[in-house]
């Protein structure tokens, strides 16, 4: 089975960050392009950052500008680097990845949580 196991969530306070990381827990694996969303509760999942394998990256509106997402494709490892952090960033945080074959993983989230 292909899994993604995430770590980095966790609690800081307004203009800090938090450094997110997901790997692949199966090494024949990989993955065309990888990412992150987000949800928070009563809202619909949505898209923060994706990355393909050749290094283009794509940024929801709301973040760009302070999240960097980046891969180390020899790790199967996609980071999100989270600056400047709101109140608003609060949410559950998914990492996902899109096999050569073209199906889509997802992580099991992970909390950020942006509070004084």
């Known amino acids: 089975q292909v899994q993604l196991v995430e770590s980095g969530g966790g609690l800081v306070q307004p203009g800090g960050s938090l450094r997110l990381s997901c790997a692949a827990s199966?090494?024949?694996?990989?993955?065309?392009?990888m990412g992150w969303y987000r949800q928070a509760p009563g809202k619909e999942r949505a898209m923060i950052a994706t990355?393909?394998?050749?290094?283009?990256?794509n940024y929801a509106d709301s973040v760009k500008g302070r999240f960097t997402i980046s891969r180390d494709n020899a790790a199967r490892t996609v980071f999100l680097q989270m600056n400047s952090l709101k109140p608003e960033d609060t949410a559950v945080y998914y990492c996902?990845?899109?096999?050569?074959?073209?199906?889509?993983?997802w992580g099991q989230g992970t909390q950020v949580t942006v509070a004084s």
């Open positions: 990355i393909t394998v050749g290094g283009s990256t």
């Open positions: 199966r090494s024949v694996f990989s993955f065309n392009t």
């Open positions: 996902y990845g899109v096999t050569m074959a073209r199906n889509n993983y």
